[in-house]
T-cell receptor, first 112, second 116 residues
Framework: KQEVTQIPAALSVPEGENLVLNCSFT??????LQWFRQDPGKGLTSLLL?????REQTSGRLNASLDKSSGRSTLYIAASQPGDSATYLC???????????FGTGTSLTVIP | EAQVTQNPRYLITVTGKKLTVTCSQN?????MSWYRQDPGLGLRQIYY???????DKGDVPEGYKVSRKEKRNFPLILESPSPNQTSLYFC???????????????FGPGTRLTVT
C-alpha cells in the first residue's frame, strides 16, 4: 500500500521568503501526483498536477517537481505572502488511476 | 460554474440512525470518490466509482455504502452510523483517461458529520 509522507508538518516563515514543501511516497508506480491547498474548515483546491511522465509543473509563484525514481515531489513557493497561509497536501494516484493516497499535509503560516 | 456539491454541509445525528450524504458534479466526470479526513490521519479513501454502476472499496470502506446510478451523483450511505464515523467527509470527481487532466481531482466543500 502506498504511503505518502509530508515533512515538515508545520512551517512558519516571514513574508517574502521562498520556501519548499516536501512530499515522499513509497511506491514509484504512480499515475500522477497532485498538490492541493486547504484552508481551515474548507475543501481542497487543486494547485498543480504532475503526470508521471513529467518532471515539473508551474503556475504563477508555484512550481512542483516530481522524481519518481526517488519517490519525491517538492512544491516551491516563491516570494511567500500571508495569503499563502494554509495547509498544503500532496496526493499520489495509483498507476491504474483508481486510488488516491494523501499525505497528512504541511501547515504553512506566512508572517506579515 | 463547474463544481462538486455536497449536502448537507453539517449533520449531527445519533448512533444507528441511517443517513445519506449526497454528492453531485456537473463536469461530466467519469470518476467519483469519497474520503474522510481525521486529525493526524489525513484524507483516506472510502469508496470510488470509475463510472455508472461501477464502484469499489477504498482503504476504509467498513460501515459505508455507495451507489452510482447516474453519472453526476454519488451518494454516501451510512446504514447504522457509529461515533467512530464522526469526521469531515469529502466527495471528489475527476475525468478518467484520455486527457491531460486525467485523474485531476476536484473536491466538494465537505460535510462535517457528528454521530453521538
Amino acid at each position: 500500500k502506498q504511503e505518502v509522507t509530508q515533512i515538515p508538518a508545520a512551517l512558519s516563515v516571514p513574508e517574502g521568503e521562498n520556501l519548499v514543501l516536501n512530499c515522499s511516497f513509497t511506491d514509484s508506480a504512480i499515475y500522477n501526483l497532485q498538490w492541493f491547498r486547504q484552508d481551515p474548515g474548507k475543501g481542497l483546491t487543486s494547485l498543480l498536477l504532475i503526470q508521471s511522465s513529467q518532471r515539473e509543473q508551474t503556475s504563477g509563484r508555484l512550481n512542483a517537481s516530481l522524481d519518481k525514481s526517488s519517490g519525491r515531489s517538492t512544491l516551491y513557493i516563491a516570494a511567500s505572502q500571508p495569503g499563502d497561509s494554509a495547509t498544503y497536501l500532496c496526493a499520489s494516484t495509483s498507476n491504474t488511476g483508481n486510488q488516491f493516497y494523501f499525505g497528512t499535509g504541511t501547515s504553512l503560516t506566512v508572517i506579515p | 460554474e463547474a463544481q462538486v456539491t455536497q449536502n448537507p454541509r453539517y449533520l449531527i445525528t445519533v448512533t444507528g440512525k441511517k443517513l445519506t450524504v449526497t454528492c453531485s458534479q456537473n463536469m461530466n466526470h467519469e470518476y467519483m470518490s469519497w474520503y474522510r479526513q481525521d486529525p493526524g490521519l489525513g484524507l483516506r479513501q472510502i469508496y470510488y466509482s470509475m463510472n455508472v454502476e461501477v464502484t469499489d472499496k477504498g482503504d476504509v470502506p467498513e460501515g459505508y455504502k455507495v451507489s452510482r446510478k447516474e453519472k453526476r451523483n454519488f451518494p454516501l450511505i451510512l446504514e447504522s452510523p457509529s461515533p467512530n464515523q464522526t469526521s469531515l467527509y469529502f466527495c471528489a470527481s475527476s475525468p478518467s483517461t484520455g486527457t491531460a487532466h486525467s485523474y485531476e481531482q476536484y473536491f466538494g466543500p465537505g460535510t462535517r458529520l457528528t454521530v453521538t
